[in-house]
């Protein structure tokens, strides 16, 4: 894990839980152990290499067990630790402002007529410089050529 330079706790959370993937892993193993194939089930886009990388730094924290069944086929099951089943207000809160995330209204024309305001002046602006360095091109051609 990354060493955390600002001291504060929030960065030292972040470097546990950050990243796209972990949260979500940490998600699905709040029903219970899952063997692999159930969690890239559950996680479709995620691929083996990332979820075997996420899987790994989760367990190098001691947020995640893994557990070999010597059995043949090998049988590997995933769980969230003590300190894994601690992420469960948080991801609690998150699916919750997801949920809100996904209800909530189109933002109103008025606001997106605002922004596309600004990125027309800004467009003109880079439009205007243009033609200024051109025309400061043009007049130093002149300049050295007299």
């Not at 998150?94 to 606001?111: C, D, I, M, Y």
């Not at 600004?118 to 243009?130: L, W």
Request: one cysteine or more; hydrophobic letters at 35%; charged letters at 30%.
């Amino acid at each position: 894990m990354k060493e955390n330079v600002s001291g504060c706790p929030v960065e030292e959370a972040m470097s546990l839980v950050g990243g796209r993937w972990r949260m979500l892993i940490a998600h699905f193993l709040l029903d219970g152990p899952k063997r692999f194939n159930q969690l890239r089930r559950d996680i479709p886009n995620i691929s083996q290499r990332m979820l075997t990388l996420e899987l790994r730094a989760l367990e190098e924290t001691g947020m995640v067990l893994r557990t070999v069944y010597p059995e043949v086929p090998v049988r590997v099951e995933y769980a969230l630790t003590g300190d894994g089943e601690r992420l469960k207000p948080l991801l609690e809160m998150l699916h919750t402002f997801g949920r809100w995330l996904k209800a909530r209204p189109p933002r109103e024309e008025s606001e997106q007529g605002a922004e596309s305001d600004d990125a027309a002046r800004k467009g003109m602006t880079t439009i205007r410089i243009q033609k200024m360095t051109k025309g400061t091109a043009k007049n130093m051609a002149k300049k050295t050529a007299k």
